[in-house]
């Protein structure tokens, strides 16, 4: 049986025309894992943000935009190259949304005779919008072009000791030069994916602590796995109590999203006396518009507006080597050597 690699990410336009920025857009808003509504009024919705967003987001995207492309493809496919100098079958890459398409991707895999292929989302955390709509679309397109393809999703490994290892290592340099607090800012999602997510029914958001109390909802709660993350880095690291929090990013319409808000807390900590913040976002493995822009830029501008005097985001996990070990024993574990 010949078995190949699939690396999945979230996607970026294919450049900062506003043209583009506006179909990634459409297809990722489109999404009824992104904005779960029916059709028409999701169309509705969508048809009103695309009216002033994609110039707005295109120049954005500008500030962050490298020569050789969006940061995200650009590292995503320096991964994929180095994780394939690692192991002797072919690995490809993809985007859930425009470029490099899943289908091109699974089209090559098919094309290269592999019957058996890891697929390994690139969301540590599990959420309706990211993890399962990257696995769901995977497993779509590989029954329509490739049905003799046989499929094995790697889980989310918020926890996984690699990846958590990986992470303390790459934020080292700057923990060690000292800090009076730590946020960890996740990406944000609805509130009520969380409900829809929740296979009892009853329990995130319905009870006290919810996450810190045992259920089969948190093999699929994202705010749960977060918080499970955040808590083993810190025990790895040493961080000490009181001196980290976890927000949530990247809010879009009206609706509750999960709180606290950063954008809110940035603004607040000065005047809890907190002077020199480092941020990290641990829902991205890839440094990309969220991390750049939105904290960096714009999140660094709200914490020294509000008088803070120091400002540090500590980059993703892009191409750091024990982040590549990982996924090369991501692969080897599942038999992907």
């Known amino acids: 049986m010949s078995k190949g690699i699939l690396l999945v990410n979230l996607g970026s336009p294919d450049s900062t025309a506003v043209g583009d920025v506006r179909r990634y857009l459409n297809e990722f808003l489109m999404d009824g ?149 730590l946020l960890f800012s996740f990406h944000g999602i609805p509130e009520r994916h969380l409900r829809k997510s929740d296979p009892t029914g009853c329990h995130c958001l319905a009870k006290e602590n919810c996450c810190a109390v045992p259920s089969p909802a948190h093999a699929t709660c994202y705010r749960a796995q977060c918080f499970k993350t955040v808590a083993a880095f810190v025990k790895l690291a040493g961080i000490p109590a009181g001196k980290y929090s976890v927000s949530f990013q990247s809010r879009l319409g009206k609706d509750p999203w999960l709180k606290p808000y950063t954008d809110f807390e940035l603004a607040e900590f000065p005047k809890r006396g907190i002077q020199k913040l480092l941020v990290m976002c641990p829902a991205f493995v890839a440094d990309c518009l969220e991390t750049i822009e939105e904290i960096d830029m714009r999140g660094r501008e709200t914490f020294l507006s509000a008088g803070g005097k120091e400002f540090a985001q500590i980059p993703c996990l892009n191409e750091h080597p024990l982040w590549l070990d990982t996924l090369e024993k991501m692969a080897r574990s599942q038999g992907y050597n």
């Open 33 to 181: 894992r992104v904005i779960d509504t029916p059709w028409l009024p999701r169309r509705f919705i969508v048809g009103l943000i695309l009216i002033n967003r994609p110039k707005e987001s295109a120049h954005a995207y500008e500030k962050i935009w490298l020569p050789e492309g969006s940061p995200l493809v650009v590292t995503s496919r320096k991964v994929q190259k180095k994780l394939a100098a690692r192991v002797s079958v072919p690995v490809e890459l993809a985007m859930r949304y425009q470029n490099p398409s899943i289908e091109n991707a699974i089209g090559k895999l098919r094309d290269a005779k592999v019957d058996e292929l890891l697929v390994i989302p690139l969301f540590p955390h599990y959420a309706m919008s990211s993890y399962e709509s990257a696995a769901e679309r995977v497993k779509y397109v590989a029954a329509k072009i490739a049905p003799q393809m046989k499929l094995v999703i790697q889980p989310p490994f918020f926890d996984a000791p690699d990846y958590i290892s990986a992470l303390v290592a790459s934020a080292k340099t700057q923990l060690d030069a000292g800090y009076d607090h």
